[in-house]
């Protein structure tokens, strides 16, 4: 029985309610996949302001993508209201920079400064040749005379966003007081997945002590390979309790996003390196006719691809009700699946082409969600910079992408070293990929290049539209689907090995088995495996055998999906309707 009178906590369960309504003071919220992390997150910044004294402006919550800071925000506005306007809800590469505008003098930039794109990193390395330049920007030697002279150019790299933003406060200790003021209330997501430059930015905004509130999953951690250490979250109790104040730590356990057998599934899977021994993770749902999980062995990638098709279609409902524009006929979607409720998950992006190519030509219409930044796409740099020099001009963002675009365009052709190499065609391209954010930051110039130079994605994403996402594995944490397919589970893409026979640590296979534990969590109703016998990597057609990481599973919980019946004429003559 739900308690009453609790307003705004009514919506979470008792231990969720526990880590939401926690006094201050360094809070650690340790969980499995699916328990409510984020949720309990969102409802305890509300609670705070709501129910409490906390002021949204003492409020800082700090994601690892625009696209999760984003979301945060959104769900935060269904429960606050219109003052999550004042709640500061960043990425720590936005949160530097923002830092960093307010105190450019200290680190010898003006508060114009840009971010360096590599055009800059090259002319910086100048008079060296491009190949010597190159190499010399992955020199460690080389980053001193690298950051003089983007000093001199008032250009700032993006790694430095957070390493100067780091000396700066090192350096002024009246800052630290500042901004310790302003953020009294400091939230992280995905905490397992912190790297030291950004765990350093943290130990400066928040002392031991303070109210800083960490969320997340060692098994979900996923980005070591970037310098992200697991050690930050097991050692935050350590870190930030203080002889007075001991840091909380609420574990949640009754995981609300998926099936009872794929949760079983996923926590067999996992079992092998847990990072979390002995930990709790009880299924919320306990369908009792919820299907199994099926698993497909594929004859070719060609084959893979086509399951899902297949696979898809029968969930939707029959390609015959569709329409041309991805809409579904509402007899369709009576009872069935629609196709926003479907991804497609994989290791690398290069798996996605055939998917992509199989799932379009069946009509069936699908949409990918990238974490590539739209600013290393051909022609986006060039029309940046022409905003910049046009930043008095009015109108609408769009509109003023649009006018760059024509000026760069204008110019392609000519020996201007600023565009050389680009097509006409790349220029319009850069300006369609660069509309959908445009629109959003409406007028104001310095947030649409502030989100280009940060990481603005570079695909059009939408919640909204009917259509299947494809997606990397580390481009789906956080988020879940009613249906998974987890495609190319073989040994050698997942675990991925960079060549055949490549040596791989055991942190590195465990890193990749997180991974697929990431993937199997993302689903909330179906979760379908497959994998091919054969595929072309490292240059050749090669045998691939599945993923070693399917035999920690109870093979009672997979449910093996048969290959494709031989097509009939009669049928065929039906899919091309
Ligand atoms: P991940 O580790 O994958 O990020 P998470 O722990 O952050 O997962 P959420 O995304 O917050 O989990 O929640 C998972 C799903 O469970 C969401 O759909 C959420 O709305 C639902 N959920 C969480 N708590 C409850 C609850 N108390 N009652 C009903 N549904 C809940
Ligand atoms: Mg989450």
């Not at 599934?265 to 299907?291: C, F, H, K, N, S």
Request: charged fraction near 25%; aromatic fraction near 6%; hydrophobic fraction near 45%.
């Amino acid at each position: 029985m739900e308690e009453v009178g609790t307003g705004l906590l009514d919506r979470l369960d008792a231990l969720q309610r526990v880590a939401a309504s926690a006094p201050g003071g360094p809070l650690l919220i340790v969980a499995g996949p699916g328990t409510g992390k984020t949720r309990t997150l969102t409802h305890r910044i509300a609670y705070l302001c709501a129910e409490l004294d906390v002021y949204p402006e003492e409020c800082l919550a700090i994601t690892f993508t625009r696209r999760a800071a984003e979301e945060l925000r959104e769900r935060l506005e269904v429960l606050l209201g219109p003052v999550t306007e004042a709640v500061t809800v960043s990425t720590f590469h936005a949160l530097g920079l923002s830092i960093l505008r307010e105190n450019a003098e200290a680190v010898g930039l003006t508060p114009q400064f840009r971010i360096a794109e590599e055009a800059d990193l090259l002319a910086a390395l100048a008079p060296l040749s491009e190949r010597e330049a190159r190499k010399a920007l992955l020199d460690p030697a080389m980053q001193e005379t690298l950051a003089k002279a983007l000093r001199a150019r008032d250009l700032a790299s993006l790694d430095e966003l957070l390493t100067l933003t780091v000396q700066l406060l090192s350096e002024s200790p009246a800052l630290v007081d500042r901004y310790r003021a302003r953020w009294q209330w400091i939230f992280v997501d995905e905490y397992q997945d912190v790297d030291p430059v950004q765990y350093e930015l943290l130990r400066l905004l928040c002392p031991p002590g303070g109210n800083l509130c960490a969320i997340g999953d060692p098994d979900q951690a996923i980005y070591s390979f970037r310098g992200a250490e697991v050690s930050f979250f097991l050692r935050f109790t350590t870190d930030f309790s203080t002889p007075e104040v001991d840091a909380r730590v609420v574990r949640l356990t009754r995981n609300y996003r998926s099936s009872a057998p794929i949760l079983a599934a996923a926590v067999q899977a996992i079992a092998p390196t847990t990072l979390v021994p002995g930990r709790r993770l009880d299924p919320a749902r306990l369908d009792l006719e919820a299907p199994m999980v099926g698993l497909y062995p594929a004859g070719s990638v060609a084959d893979e691809a086509d399951f899902v098709v297949r696979t898809v279609d029968e969930l939707v409902g029959g390609l015959s009700h569709r329409s041309h524009d991805g809409r579904v006929d509402s007899r369709a979607t009576v009872g069935a699946m629609s196709f926003a409720d479907i991804a497609v998950l994989y290791r690398t992006d290069s798996q996605a082409g055939p998917i992509v190519d199989a799932l379009s030509r069946a009509g069936i219409p699908v949409q990918k969600r990238s974490h590539d930044r739209l600013l290393d796409r051909p022609g986006v740099a060039a029309i940046a910079r022409e905003l910049r020099f046009a930043a008095g001009l009015g109108g609408s963002i769009a509109a003023r992408v649009r006018l760059a675009g024509q000026v760069v365009a204008g110019r392609c052709g000519q020996l201007d070293s600023d565009v050389l190499g680009l097509s006409e065609a790349d220029v319009w391209n850069a300006v369609d990929l660069m509309t959908p954010l445009a629109l959003r930051a409406g007028s104001d110039l310095d947030e649409f290049l502030g989100a280009l130079a940060t990481g603005a994605e570079v695909d059009g994403w939408d919640s909204r539209a009917d259509r299947v996402t494809l997606l990397t594995l580390h481009a789906s944490k956080g988020l879940e689907f009613p249906v998974v397919f987890l495609v190319g589970c073989e040994d050698g893409l997942l675990p991925l090995r960079a060549f055949a026979g490549a040596r791989q640590s055991e942190d590195d296979v465990a890193e990749e088995r997180r991974l697929f534990f990431v993937g199997l969590t993302r689903a909330q109703d179906r979760l379908f495996i497959s994998h091919s016998r054969t595929r072309f990597r490292h240059g050749s057609e090669r045998e691939m055998p599945p993923t070693p990481f399917l035999s920690a599973i109870d093979p009672g919980l997979l449910e093996r999906r048969g290959a494709a019946a031989p097509r009939k004429p009669k049928d065929r003559q039906l899919r091309l309707i």
